[in-house]
Protein backbone atom coordinates (compact mmCIF):
# COMPACT_ATOMS: atom_id res chain seq x y z
CA UNK A 1 0.00 0.00 0.00
CA UNK A 2 1.21 3.66 -1.03
CA UNK A 3 0.96 6.12 2.30
CA UNK A 4 0.87 9.51 1.57
CA UNK A 5 2.86 11.23 4.26
CA UNK A 6 0.83 14.93 3.44
CA UNK A 7 -1.68 17.17 4.28
CA UNK A 8 -1.52 18.73 0.77
CA UNK A 9 -4.74 18.20 -0.82
CA UNK A 10 -2.74 18.87 -4.58
CA UNK A 11 -0.93 15.64 -3.78
CA UNK A 12 -4.25 13.77 -3.02
CA UNK A 13 -5.79 14.79 -6.36
CA UNK A 14 -2.81 14.01 -8.47
CA UNK A 15 -2.39 10.47 -7.01
CA UNK A 16 -6.19 9.94 -7.54
CA UNK A 17 -5.66 11.14 -10.86
CA UNK A 18 -3.01 8.41 -11.29
CA UNK A 19 -5.01 6.38 -10.20
CA UNK A 20 -2.87 4.99 -7.40
CA UNK A 21 -4.44 3.41 -4.88
CA UNK A 22 -2.98 5.28 -1.78
CA UNK A 23 -4.10 6.27 1.86
CA UNK A 24 -3.42 9.47 3.50
CA UNK A 25 -1.70 10.01 6.93
CA UNK A 26 -0.82 13.22 8.03
CA UNK A 27 3.08 13.40 9.49
CA UNK A 28 4.01 15.16 12.36
CA UNK A 29 6.63 17.26 11.74
CA UNK A 30 7.79 21.39 11.56
CA UNK A 31 9.13 22.14 8.13
CA UNK A 32 12.52 23.57 7.97
CA UNK A 33 12.73 26.47 6.39
CA UNK A 34 16.72 27.36 6.23
CA UNK A 35 19.02 26.48 3.66
CA UNK A 36 19.61 25.77 0.13
CA UNK A 37 16.41 24.88 -1.90
CA UNK A 38 17.49 21.82 -3.17
CA UNK A 39 18.48 20.11 0.41
CA UNK A 40 15.56 22.00 1.67
CA UNK A 41 12.75 20.41 0.18
CA UNK A 42 14.52 16.83 0.15
CA UNK A 43 15.31 16.86 3.85
CA UNK A 44 11.48 18.16 4.71
CA UNK A 45 10.28 15.54 2.09
CA UNK A 46 12.38 12.68 3.95
CA UNK A 47 11.42 13.92 7.19
CA UNK A 48 8.16 13.88 6.23
CA UNK A 49 8.12 10.49 4.50
CA UNK A 50 10.24 8.91 8.24
CA UNK A 51 7.66 9.88 10.44
CA UNK A 52 4.81 8.02 9.21
CA UNK A 53 7.26 5.03 8.21
CA UNK A 54 7.86 4.10 11.73
CA UNK A 55 5.96 1.21 12.05
CA UNK A 56 5.01 0.51 8.76
CA UNK A 57 7.98 -0.94 6.92
CA UNK A 58 5.92 -3.27 4.78
CA UNK A 59 4.17 -0.12 2.89
CA UNK A 60 5.69 2.71 0.35
CA UNK A 61 5.18 5.98 2.35
CA UNK A 62 5.64 9.19 0.07
CA UNK A 63 6.85 12.10 1.47
CA UNK A 64 6.66 15.22 -0.25
CA UNK A 65 7.63 19.29 -0.13
CA UNK A 66 7.55 21.89 -2.30
CA UNK A 67 9.73 25.47 -2.24
CA UNK A 68 9.27 28.63 -4.54
CA UNK A 69 12.47 30.59 -5.00
CA UNK A 70 13.49 33.76 -6.50
CA UNK A 71 16.84 35.43 -6.74
CA UNK A 72 17.45 33.20 -3.38
CA UNK A 73 14.80 33.43 -1.26
CA UNK A 74 12.52 30.92 -0.55
CA UNK A 75 8.60 32.06 -0.39
CA UNK A 76 6.81 29.66 1.72
CA UNK A 77 3.31 29.51 2.69
CA UNK A 78 2.12 33.00 3.33
CA UNK A 79 1.02 33.20 6.49
CA UNK A 80 -1.95 36.13 5.69
CA UNK A 81 -3.43 38.27 2.48
CA UNK A 82 -0.69 40.60 3.18
CA UNK A 83 2.15 38.43 2.58
CA UNK A 84 0.80 36.76 -0.11
CA UNK A 85 0.52 39.89 -2.14
CA UNK A 86 3.98 40.84 -1.02
CA UNK A 87 4.78 37.46 -3.18
CA UNK A 88 3.20 38.06 -5.89
CA UNK A 89 4.14 41.08 -6.08
CA UNK A 90 7.74 40.46 -6.32
CA UNK A 91 6.95 37.11 -8.62
CA UNK A 92 4.52 39.78 -11.31
CA UNK A 93 7.46 40.01 -14.29
CA UNK A 94 10.40 37.56 -13.61
CA UNK A 95 11.56 33.80 -13.40
CA UNK A 96 11.31 31.71 -10.34
CA UNK A 97 11.84 28.29 -9.51
CA UNK A 98 10.11 25.65 -8.10
CA UNK A 99 11.57 22.72 -6.09
CA UNK A 100 9.98 19.68 -4.90
CA UNK A 101 11.99 16.98 -3.26
CA UNK A 102 9.94 13.41 -2.44
CA UNK A 103 11.13 10.61 -0.52
CA UNK A 104 9.57 7.17 -0.38
CA UNK A 105 10.59 4.76 2.59
CA UNK A 106 9.96 1.08 2.38
CA UNK A 107 11.08 -1.41 4.06
CA UNK A 108 14.28 0.10 5.89
CA UNK A 109 14.84 1.60 2.26
CA UNK A 110 14.88 5.06 2.04
CA UNK A 111 15.14 6.63 -1.87
CA UNK A 112 14.35 10.41 -3.09
CA UNK A 113 14.53 12.86 -5.81
CA UNK A 114 14.38 16.25 -6.41
CA UNK A 115 13.18 18.37 -8.87
CA UNK A 116 13.36 21.65 -10.28
CA UNK A 117 10.70 23.87 -12.74
CA UNK A 118 11.09 27.77 -14.17
CA UNK A 119 7.99 29.61 -14.10
CA UNK A 120 8.24 33.35 -15.11
CA UNK A 121 5.30 35.56 -14.09
CA UNK A 122 3.08 37.62 -16.19
CA UNK A 123 3.50 41.24 -15.09
CA UNK A 124 0.44 42.47 -12.97
CA UNK A 125 -1.05 45.45 -11.91
CA UNK A 126 -2.46 45.73 -8.41
CA UNK A 127 -5.75 45.06 -9.39
CA UNK A 128 -4.50 41.76 -11.05
CA UNK A 129 -3.58 40.82 -7.65
CA UNK A 130 -6.44 41.61 -6.01
CA UNK A 131 -8.56 39.60 -7.94
CA UNK A 132 -6.30 36.71 -6.95
CA UNK A 133 -6.04 37.55 -3.97
CA UNK A 134 -10.23 37.35 -3.53
CA UNK A 135 -9.79 33.82 -4.51
CA UNK A 136 -8.42 32.67 -1.47
CA UNK A 137 -6.32 30.22 -3.87
CA UNK A 138 -3.43 31.29 -2.01
CA UNK A 139 -4.05 30.05 1.16
CA UNK A 140 -1.44 26.73 1.91
CA UNK A 141 0.74 27.59 -1.14
CA UNK A 142 3.82 27.63 -1.84
CA UNK A 143 4.91 31.17 -3.11
CA UNK A 144 0.94 32.14 -2.52
CA UNK A 145 -0.30 30.95 -5.90
CA UNK A 146 -2.07 27.82 -7.24
CA UNK A 147 -1.39 27.04 -11.11
CA UNK A 148 -3.56 24.47 -11.76
CA UNK A 149 -6.08 26.99 -10.81
CA UNK A 150 -7.37 30.07 -11.47
CA UNK A 151 -3.77 30.87 -10.86
CA UNK A 152 -2.75 29.83 -14.08
CA UNK A 153 -3.86 33.11 -15.16
CA UNK A 154 -0.73 34.66 -13.36
CA UNK A 155 1.66 32.38 -15.54
CA UNK A 156 3.46 33.35 -18.65
CA UNK A 157 4.93 29.96 -19.29
CA UNK A 158 6.77 27.10 -17.76
CA UNK A 159 10.22 25.30 -18.13
CA UNK A 160 10.02 21.53 -16.57
CA UNK A 161 7.42 19.47 -15.29
CA UNK A 162 4.07 21.36 -14.24
CA UNK A 163 3.42 18.77 -11.64
CA UNK A 164 6.27 20.29 -9.81
CA UNK A 165 4.73 23.32 -9.80
CA UNK A 166 1.44 21.86 -8.51
CA UNK A 167 3.75 19.93 -5.48
CA UNK A 168 4.50 16.00 -6.76
CA UNK A 169 6.62 15.89 -9.64
CA UNK A 170 4.86 12.64 -11.67
CA UNK A 171 7.88 11.64 -13.58
CA UNK A 172 10.11 11.53 -10.34
CA UNK A 173 7.55 9.70 -9.07
CA UNK A 174 7.09 7.18 -11.06
CA UNK A 175 10.92 6.13 -11.49
CA UNK A 176 11.07 5.91 -7.14
CA UNK A 177 7.69 3.87 -7.58
CA UNK A 178 10.07 1.55 -10.05
CA UNK A 179 8.92 1.29 -13.40
CA UNK A 180 6.81 4.31 -14.84
CA UNK A 181 3.34 3.14 -16.20
CA UNK A 182 4.45 -0.27 -14.41
CA UNK A 183 3.59 1.66 -10.99
CA UNK A 184 0.13 2.43 -12.55
CA UNK A 185 -0.85 -1.18 -13.14
CA UNK A 186 0.28 -2.83 -10.39
CA UNK A 187 -2.84 -4.01 -8.24
Not at 51 to 65: C, K, Y
Not at 152 to 174: K, Q
Request: aromatic share 6%; charged share 25%.
Amino acid sequence: MLILASRSPQRRAILEQLGLPFEVVEPCVEETTDGEPEALVSSNALRKARSVAAGRSSDRVLGADTAVVLDGDVLGKPVDRAQAEQFLMRLAGSTHEVFSGIAICHEGIESSSTAVTRVRMRSLERADIAWYLDTEEWRERAGGYAIQGRGAALVEEIAGDFWNVVGLPVPELLRLLGGGFQALRAP
